[in-house]
């Protein structure tokens, strides 16, 4: 539980990223190499890999920080819960916003995810999960929630729903088998 500053320092370099790019309800993205969002996108592009490693650990400590809540309600449990949860928001964030509101859809919450319906449900459940005026936790300004978390919200509901599409399923069956689907 010793980690939960740590995670919350992670959540706040989400949050950083995350303000770097433009909120779901404003323009799209612009092409102008030297803006905040072209710089954030450059960032996450050089550390794409590691952040596939990242979720894949904060799906997990989620899960752990959820059980060890549900057994003691400590201090320090409730703060790395806390911490985590804000870092799976602030990394939906990130998402959301990198990949823009046009293109978003459930093909990039499931890639996201790397296929695996567990750890999607773990991910997308923190920004599912908080209303409108929800703090977080008391780690700088990560704590605070995107002010554009209902569009987030809503934009993630809807991909989850479509994961779960039959167009989905054969997509994404098809993609692994080749590009053909048996009937």
Same mark, same amino acid.
């Given at each position: 539980l010793a980690? /939960?500053?740590? #995670?919350?320092?992670?959540? @706040?370099?989400?949050?950083?990223? !995350?303000?770097m790019l433009p909120e779901v309800s404003t323009a799209p993205h612009t092409t102008d190499p030297d803006s905040w969002a072209c710089c954030a996108l450059q960032v996450?592009?050089?550390?794409?890999?590691?952040?596939?490693?990242?979720?894949?650990?904060l799906a997990?400590?989620?899960?752990? /920080?959820?059980? #060890?809540?549900?057994?003691? @309600?400590?201090?320090?449990?409730? !703060?790395?819960?806390?911490?985590?949860q804000g870092m799976a928001i602030w990394a939906t964030a990130v998402l959301l916003r990198s990949v823009g509101l046009p293109r978003f859809c459930g093909y990039y919450l499931w890639e996201w995810?790397?296929?695996?319906?567990?750890?999607?449900?773990?991910l997308v459940t923190p920004i599912? #999960?908080?209303?409108?005026?929800?703090t977080l936790f008391g780690f700088g300004r990560a704590g605070r929630l995107p002010k554009d978390v209902i569009a987030l919200q809503e934009l993630v509901l809807r991909a989850v729903l479509e994961v779960a599409s039959p167009d989905m399923v054969f997509a994404l069956e098809g993609a692994r088998d080749g590009g053909s689907v048996d009937m």
């Open positions: 980690i /939960a500053p740590a #995670a919350a320092v992670a959540a @706040e370099g989400f949050a950083v990223l !995350a303000r996450l592009e050089e550390l794409s890999d590691e952040l596939d490693y990242l979720l894949l650990q997990t400590g989620l899960s752990r /920080a959820r059980r #060890a809540l549900s057994t003691e @309600e400590s201090v320090e449990a409730r !703060a790395l819960f806390d911490s985590l995810s790397s296929g695996d319906p567990t750890t999607m449900c773990t599912l #999960a908080v209303g409108k005026r929800h």
